[in-house]
DNA sequence: CCCACAATACCCACTAGAGGGTATTTTTCG
DNA sequence: CGAAAAATACCCTCTAGTGGGTATTGTGGG
């Protein structure tokens, strides 16, 4: 069996320090490298090869969600599997339909961390339960849409869900891009209906996860 | 010198192996265990001597601001080095109103690590360049107010605040508490006036980053 | 025993946001 | 080129939230 080359795709170097030691009673297993931003996951990629990515899904700048795409576009030989505290249904989907072979949460031991780099390197895929629970159940407690599709934000639309996140108004946001009030309230119409929230706590919550604020 | 006894205090257990990793190569200093709860660093704390907590602001259930508190009170010789990845001012203020004895930034290097640690131990307060700035400069751009007095809030406005965060309407608050519409909006503008916010998306923010949703 | 605070509830006024449309122009992409 | 998507902007209505008060009751601490 060959050597399994894994970058860690993660904000915080001290993780892939705690990896590296996990990983020391895996020998076929080798943290080749640490990103800590989406950028610098492309950027080393470049550089040489990598078997498999770690990848929080809340990185600054791009984050794992665009990323992933990135990576499935250009190195679609790379296997990616996801690695966040955030179990949400839209998160979990999103990774999944870009192209990633598991997500594993956050937290997990050390043994189902092995474990799940095992199968996706042997090209199964790997949920963690509580992924595996969002994927099966995370519509039934919120009105939530079951057929799960996949829409993505524009870029226009991401620009705005960052400012009313901010505490700004309409108003303000109308003025801050030069459009008309009304469109702003269209964008943050379209938001609430893809991302199928309620109110203005839904959308900060979403820009909060994916590191938009 | 003595040996240091660390507990870290974070609901990754990995960040415990990576801290590991990165402190073998000071001497003085030993991880003594890891704690992935406010709840579950008061009861360490009953078990064994520990002389400096590693202190993540964003925990489950009690918080970090919460346990601060606590350990303060019972534990009065322990010293607490809060590290998190979060520089708002308010997060901040709050742990070293509680008697934290530093802030360090997740994400500084092994070395930065090491260092604060080193200046705590020598009861020299250790803030990290992002933390440091806050204090200085947090107010700067946010028409908050400059005092930077701590307000704590109530039980019961921070059932409010929950609640609110999680996309439910004062109408829906009222009857699922059995109070009165007016009453929830009486807790709201003070929650509004006690963390300085303009809007639900600032309550959201607070909510999410004291994991309190 | 008082004072401060928490929790409750109401008044008024005003604004912002949510929810339903339709429609135009521009850009992008097959 | 032609279709689809994105960005723009307007209509309408209604509710929810913000912001300023005041006031009562109960509770816990000094």
Redesign the pocket.
Known sequence: MSTTRILIADPLEILAAGLRSWLSEAPEMEVVGHAGTGQAVLERLEEGPVDLILMEVSLPGRDGIDTMREVRRHHPAVKVLAYSALTEIEYVNSMLIEGASGYLVKGSSKEELITAIRAVMNDQPYLSPAARESTLHGYDHTQKRMDGEYI?L????REIIRLVAQER???EIAKA?F??V??V?????HL?TKLNV???AGLVKYARDRCWI
Do not use: A, F, P, Q
């Open positions: 993505g524009t870029e226009r639309e108004t309409n108003d891009l459009i008309s009304d469109t309230k269209t964008h943050r119409k609430m309620r109110s203005l």
